[in-house]
Every structure is written in structure tokens, then in C-alpha cells.
């Protein structure tokens, strides 16, 4: 079982070759390409490119079998737990009808599908969207905050010590600080067609997604248990998440929609269906100033930009243009949104 | 590919036009549904608990399934949408209001055990893996995932498969891996069961019979 082997740019000679010989190719391509790569290469994801790393995560099935002290496990197993059930949260530090793996597949290893282990090995490390260095803990918050429309456990608490295990335990054997990049990293999003259609978008949204994630977007939480997570509204990620953005939206729909057939969209439609569910409402972002065009300008260069946020909706309203925070209401406020960090060194 | 998947797509509006729009205009009742399903207990029994079948053609339990699930089927049979010889026969019996009337009767019948759970540790083990977790590395989704957390069934698209015969479970998937079955919505179970091995069908179709659904 060595699943959790890590590969780096072993696929040049698969790669050179290819352009001369296919037959060879596929040969050297076997030998070389994880199964689980090339179970993706055939679903028509892109093969590794020469130098990228391609890192395979160990399973719960390799935890059960490592060497790790028995507490170790335990301690790591919640952190899965509360990765795949993270509405166990409800009330406390999650606000709406999501897990962590509603959008990061495969519990959080699945290359295309915002893999989390790439989080442990290149942080701390400076992030524009709130312009300091992150570590894995912070950077879990930031989700809390934005696509859970929730507040973070503490820092160091139990819950945020499981999870930041959790995500270790999927980057065992990657290199820290790689040099390469990252094979599947995030959600990578297909080229932007020159027209967007909200009309198209919506026809597609009803034949693809609405069976799943029902045609109000509410998704399907079924005698108060999570089945299939909210694409907008009040159960959704807020206007902070970045899934809002029209092009990580179109990334993500692309790679892993419908479930089980991904890569089965055109570009066109992955974008299409992204337009149409960004421009629909979803609580406020936690950024809010009181004012939507003064949170636009303040945030639309590093983030909003991107999104439909304070843009004109279907209906000829303003996005976002509301104090509806969803269901943490105005008292839960995420203490860690503009929580600022190194301020002497910046000084300097 | 993306032919298959709008074929999917037209096959499911037409499928879920029909049920529903008659479910929204039949109303069913369990009584008339018990009346009208004398010749489903031959094979379905009469708890709904259906049987299993090893070797042979095993019949599904339909005590506590979903009522537009079931009405759907048999609209599908009827309308040759899904195939089988012995329902073909049986649907072509029932008019549109007896369809919701058995729907509803099976429907609030308790679920009942199922049969074929009884393999080694580690057939189990892998089975409760594909339905808990799937198998990403080879793109299997887990079941659980349409099927809900449990397996119980999620709306009246996604059957409860916990507690359903291994052998007809094993054989749906079968059908679907042969292009036998594909009355599914948007090819969502054919293009799964396509990557499962007869391994990863025995396995999973055996733990989810070994799972006993709590009644309400």
C-alpha cells in the first residue's frame, strides 16, 4: 500500500515521448502515472505536465495501518470527521447547510477538487485576501468564516487542532515548501468563453444541477440531515467564499459536476451555469461596511472583482445589496475577519 | 459524451414529468394500493419484504420505499423506459390511479431485513468503504452521497438501498454496467456502476443488505 507515494516530474519521458511514438508513450505512461492519475487522465482531466508535482494522499485505510501512536489516530480521525460532518458544528461555528466536503471531494484528496493538503505544505505564507501570512489554522478560519457563514473554532482549540491534523496527515510524504507546482491544485477553471449567458446558464442549471441541488438552489437537507448542499441562498456559502468567484465557480463545476461525471460539461456550460448561480443571493459578506458599493471598492480589487458582487442582478437589483447575514443573524460575528497580523514588521 | 448525458437529461424530464405530474393529480391510497396489489405478492410478499434470490432473479423489497420512486418504475416498465419481462406484464396490469394507489400502500409498510449480507470480513469491509466513502482513486462517488447519509434514500429520485436484497441490488448494477438499465436520472448510477468492478458490486451489495433500517 503505498498510496501515499509522492511523484515529482517523473512523467518527462512519457511526455517527450509522446509526440513521437503513442504507442510508447502509453507504455512509459503506465509505468509512471499513479493509478489514481490515470484513472483522471481517462475521465479527460490533463495529464501531469513535465516538473509537476502529483502528490497522493494515504486514505483513513493507510491511517488505520501506520505507525502513528494510537492518540495520534484518534486525534485525526476527528479531524476527518469533522471535515466530512462538519454540520456537527451547527449553531456553534457553522451558520449553514455545508460540510468542508461538500466542495473539497474525496474527504478533502481529490486533485481538481481544491485538494486541502497543498494548504499544509506551502503555508505560512502570504495571502492577498487579507494581506498577511496565513498559517494552516488561519487559513481553516478564513472557511469557517466565509463558506461555513460561521466563526471559527479557536486557535489551538481541539476542533481546529483535529482538523489542521487531518490536512497534515493528507500532505504525508509531500515535500514543504515545494519548488513545483502542484498537480490538481484548487479548482482549476476552464477558459473563459468570450460570452457569459445568465439565460443559458439557467436552462443548464435545471437540467444538470436542479435534481441534486433543487431549483431554488436550497439544495436538500432531508429530516434535518445534511444529502446535497445549497449552490445559493441562505443555507449557501456567503458572498465572501471563495467559490462566489465566477471563475472558481466555473472551476469547480467543470472538474467535479454532476457528481461521478466530471469533465462531462463543455467550457462554455461549466461557465454559463457558473454565471447564473453567482448571481444569485446569498448571506452577506463579513467584510460588509454598511455599504455595498464601499465594500466593492474596498475588496474588489483582491477579491470582488471576480465576483458578482454589487453588480447588477437578473432582475435588475443590486447584488448583495442587503444586512441579510443568513442564519448567525447580526450577533455572530467571525473574530477572525480583519483580524490584522504582523503590524510592527509591516511598519518597517 | 455530451449527447448521452442531454439523452439522460430528456429521458429524466419525461420519466419525472409523467410521475409527478400524475402524483400531483392522482392522489393514492394505501387501502385501494392493497386492493390492487394482489398479484404484486406472489413475489413481493405480502410484508413487501420481496426476496432474495441467489443465482436466480431476486425481487426487491418494497415496504418503505419512496411512493413516486415506486410509481415511477412502474410507469418505466410500462412505458419501456426500464425492462423487465415479469413487471412489463404486471405494470401493463395497473391503470395510472392503481399505479399511485400500490405506491402508497408499499410505501408505509415497515422495512423489512434483507438477505445475501452474510459474506466474509473482508468483502464487508471494502463494501462499506464503496457506500460510505467510495473509491476516489478509481472515481467511484460513495453511495451514500445520492443515497443519503445512511443509505436510506434522499427525495423521490434516490431509492433507500440499505436493507434491499445483495441480489438484486447486485444485479441492477449489472444491468446498468450492460446498458440494460438506464432509466436512472442523467446517467447518475450507470456512470458509477460502470467503474465498479464484480468485486466492488458483490461487496457493496452484500453490505448494504447487512444494514437494517430503523423503522420510524
Redesign the interface.
Known amino acids: 500500500m503505498k498510496?501515499h507515494r509522492t511523484i515529482l516530474g517523473r512523467t518527462t519521458l512519457a511526455l517527450t515521448s509522446a509526440t513521437l511514438v503513442a504507442g510508447v508513450s502509453l507504455a512509459v505512461s503506465a509505468e509512471t502515472l499513479h493509478?489514481?492519475v490515470e484513472?483522471?487522465v481517462g475521465?479527460g482531466y490533463p495529464a501531469p505536465q513535465e516538473g509537476e508535482l502529483v502528490h497522493?494522499p494515504p486514505t483513513?485505510?493507510d491511517l488505520e495501518a501506520s505507525d502513528l501512536h494510537p492518540e495520534t489516530k484518534q486525534v485525526i480521525r476527528r479531524g476527518y470527521d469533522l471535515f466530512t460532518n462538519t454540520q456537527q458544528l451547527r449553531g456553534e461555528n457553522v451558520y449553514n447547510d455545508m460540510n468542508c466536503s461538500s466542495c473539497h471531494?474525496?474527504?478533502g484528496?481529490?486533485p481538481f477538487s481544491a485538494p486541502v493538503w497543498a494548504a499544509a505544505v506551502t503555508l505560512p505564507n502570504y495571502r492577498g485576501k487579507n494581506d498577511h501570512v496565513n498559517n494552516l489554522e488561519e487559513r481553516i478560519a478564513g472557511c469557517f468564516a466565509y463558506s461555513m457563514n460561521g466563526t471559527p473554532p479557536e486557535y489551538g482549540s481541539d476542533d481546529m487542532l483535529a482538523l489542521t491534523a487531518y490536512h497534515q496527515w493528507l500532505a504525508k510524504g509531500a515535500p514543504v515548501y515545494p519548488d513545483q507546482p502542484i498537480y490538481g491544485r484548487g479548482f482549476p477553471p476552464p477558459e473563459r468563453p468570450d460570452e457569459l449567458s445568465y439565460e443559458s446558464g439557467e436552462a443548464l442549471y435545471v437540467?444538470?444541477c436542479a435534481?441534486?441541488h433543487s431549483e431554488d438552489g436550497a439544495g436538500?437537507y432531508?429530516d434535518g440531515?445534511?444529502?446535497?448542499p445549497p449552490p445559493w441562498g441562505d443555507g449557501s456559502n456567503n458572498w465572501g467564499a471563495g467559490l462566489v468567484r465566477v471563475f472558481t465557480a466555473a472551476g469547480f463545476i467543470k472538474n467535479n459536476m454532476?457528481?461521478?461525471?466530471?469533465m462531462?460539461?463543455?467550457d462554455q456550460e461549466a461557465w454559463d451555469i457558473a454565471y447564473y448561480m453567482s448571481s444569485q443571493e446569498r448571506p452577506q459578506d463579513p467584510r460588509y461596511t454598511g455599504d455595498v458599493a464601499e465594500t466593492l471598492e474596498r475588496f474588489g480589487p483582491t477579491f470582488h472583482r471576480h465576483s458578482r458582487y454589487g453588480q447588477e442582478g437578473p432582475d435588475g437589483e443590486v447584488l448583495a445589496d442587503h444586512a441579510n447575514w443568513g442564519e448567525k443573524g447580526d450577533e455572530v460575528k467571525p473574530w477572525n475577519v480583519g483580524q490584522p497580523r504582523f503590524e510592527e514588521l509591516k511598519a518597517q | 459524451m455530451t449527447s448521452k448525458r442531454i439523452s439522460g437529461g430528456l429521458g429524466l424530464l419525461l420519466g419525472v414529468g409523467l410521475a409527478a405530474g400524475q402524483a400531483m393529480a392522482l392522489e393514492g391510497d394505501a387501502e385501494r394500493g392493497q386492493a390492487a396489489a394482489g398479484t404484486c405478492v406472489a413475489c413481493h410478499q405480502a410484508d413487501g419484504s420481496g426476496m432474495n434470490v441467489p443465482g436466480g432473479e431476486s425481487w426487491p423489497r418494497l415496504a418503505g420505499m419512496d411512493a413516486d420512486y415506486i410509481a415511477k418504475q412502474l410507469h418505466d416498465f410500462k412505458e419501456g423506459r426500464r425492462h423487465n419481462a415479469s413487471m412489463l406484464a404486471f405494470a401493463n396490469m395497473l391503470d395510472d390511479q392503481q399505479i399511485v394507489d400500490v405506491a402508497v400502500y408499499y410505501s408505509q409498510m415497515p422495512v423489512t431485513a434483507a438477505q445475501g449480507g452474510d459474506v466474509d470480513d473482508d468483502l464487508l469491509a471494502r463494501g462499506e468503504q464503496l457506500a460510505l466513502r467510495g473509491d476516489w482513486d478509481e472515481y467511484i462517488v460513495s453511495c451514500k452521497s445520492c443515497h443519503g447519509p445512511r443509505n436510506e434514500g434522499a427525495g423521490s429520485h434516490f431509492p433507500g438501498i440499505s436493507s434491499q436484497h445483495a441480489g438484486y441490488i447486485e444485479s441492477q448494477l449489472r444491468a446498468w454496467q450492460a446498458d440494460e438499465r438506464s432509466n436512472d436520472p442523467q446517467n447518475l448510477m450507470g456512470a458509477v456502476a460502470k467503474r465498479m468492478s464484480d468485486e466492488d458490486i458483490r461487496a457493496v451489495s452484500a453490505w448494504l443488505a447487512s444494514q437494517s433500517v430503523a423503522s420510524e
Not at chain 1, 225 to 228: A, K, M
Not at chain 1, 258 to 262: E, F, N, R, S
Open positions: 498510496q493509478p489514481a484513472t483522471l475521465l497522493i483513513m485505510a471531494l474525496g474527504e484528496r481529490q437540467e444538470n435534481i441534486c436538500l432531508q440531515e445534511y444529502i446535497f454532476p457528481l461521478g461525471q466530471p462531462s460539461l463543455s
